[in-house]
């Protein structure tokens, strides 16, 4: 069984900064491409950025300059997104998203369950 778990989500005021993390576990063979994707109320969910398993990345327009998305895949699998200077409009629920073959090399895709980002003073 595969699991995504994000962390790192809360209330921030809006110039502050956030780091959200998100860990990959189960029995896992390999983990491709990565993602975070966000939710706002009411609007569909998008895509905030990309890596894939060679770090290549790709940015949505709204964030570029200010989000940084890394991975380690040595450490747990784990997927980061930095987040400099919050606007409120990045108020969202951001999800992890993954591409992963299990020891069986079933592939599929997975999603974690979520964290909220509000950005208020």
Same mark, same amino acid.
């Given at each position: 069984q595969v699991q995504l778990v994000e962390s790192g989500g809360g209330l921030v005021q809006p110039g502050g900064s956030l780091r959200l993390s998100c860990a990959v576990s189960g029995c896992i063979f390999s983990v491709g491409a990565m993602g975070w994707y966000r939710q706002a109320p009411g609007k569909q969910r998008e895509l905030v950025a990309g890596i894939t398993? #060679?770090?290549? +990345?790709?940015?949505? %327009?709204?964030? /570029? #300059?200010?989000? +940084?998305?890394?991975? %380690?895949?040595? /450490?747990?699998?784990?997927?980061?997104?930095?987040?400099?200077?919050?606007?409120?409009?990045?108020?969202?629920?951001?999800?992890?998203?993954?591409?992963?073959?299990?020891?069986?090399?079933?592939?599929g895709n997975y999603w974690g369950q979520g964290t909220q980002v509000t950005v208020s003073s």
């Open positions: 398993s #060679g770090g290549d +990345t790709n940015y949505a %327009d709204a964030v /570029k #300059g200010r989000f +940084t998305i890394s991975r %380690d895949n040595a /450490k747990n699998n784990m997927m980061y997104l930095q987040i400099n200077s919050l606007k409120p409009e990045d108020t969202a629920v951001y999800y992890c998203n993954a591409d992963v073959a299990d020891y069986g090399l079933t592939s």
